[in-house]
């Protein structure tokens, strides 16, 4: 065997590991996604529970529990990557409700995820068509470093953004 045939086999395996984590990561994101959905499903169901139950709100504030797991900008992820293509802040809205994310904790819904939606472009999270007015994100393929510019951020925005140079 020469240097170069095994040169060429380590990178071939290298290569093929890479590709395997990739996919690999990008399924665990999907299965997360689907988790998403059911848990915001469930909080509905606690919510709905909880209303029929009583109408008293004070005994739900005074309960302890956590109105909520998923937050929006995390439920705004889960249904645009689902959905797999550019949405506006109206289809956004739409999927979550069709998933059961709870969007009557907000004063004005729509408002909120324009919001957000806006937040996560000047994030560099997604990227917009002027025309359309939809989002969509800028990075397709969820990868574990190769394709994620800055691994070592504290947030998802921070990941997805190229380090600030010191």
């Given at each position: 065997?020469t240097?170069?045939?095994?040169?060429?086999?380590?990178?071939k395996?290298?290569?093929?590991a890479?590709?395997?984590t990739?996919?690999?990561?990008?399924?665990?994101?999907?299965?997360?996604?689907?988790?998403?959905i059911?848990i915001?499903?469930?909080?509905?169901n606690?919510?709905?529970?909880r209303?029929?139950?009583?109408?008293?709100?004070?005994?739900?504030?005074?309960?302890?529990?956590?109105?909520s797991v998923?937050?929006?900008?995390?439920?705004?992820?889960?249904?645009?990557?689902s959905?797999?293509k550019?949405m506006t802040?109206r289809?956004v809205?739409l999927?979550?409700v069709?998933?059961?994310?709870?969007?009557a904790?907000?004063?004005?819904?729509?408002?909120?995820i324009a919001?957000?939606?806006?937040?996560?472009?000047?994030a560099?999270e997604?990227?917009?068509d002027?025309?359309t007015?939809a989002?969509?994100?800028k990075?397709?393929?969820?990868t574990?470093?190769?394709?994620?510019?800055?691994?070592m951020?504290r947030?998802?925005g921070?990941m997805?953004?190229?380090p600030?140079?010191?």
């Amino acid at each position: 065997m020469t240097i170069e045939h095994i040169e060429h086999s380590a990178e071939k395996d290298l290569q093929n590991a890479l590709n395997k984590t990739r996919s690999e990561l990008n399924h665990a994101v999907g299965q997360r996604d689907l988790w998403n959905i059911r848990i915001m499903q469930l909080e509905q169901n606690l919510k709905n529970i909880r209303s029929a139950l009583t109408k008293d709100r004070l005994m739900t504030a005074r309960s302890g529990e956590a109105d909520s797991v998923i937050g929006l900008t995390e439920a705004i992820r889960t249904v645009m990557r689902s959905w797999g293509k550019p949405m506006t802040a109206r289809e956004v809205r739409l999927a979550l409700v069709a998933t059961g994310f709870d969007l009557a904790r907000f004063r004005n819904a729509s408002a909120a995820i324009a919001n957000t939606l806006i937040r996560m472009f000047k994030a560099g999270e997604l990227g917009t068509d002027e025309k359309t007015k939809a989002y969509s994100f800028k990075v397709k393929d969820v990868t574990f470093y190769g394709g994620v510019p800055n691994p070592m951020g504290r947030t998802l925005g921070e990941m997805l953004k190229e380090p600030k140079k010191k």
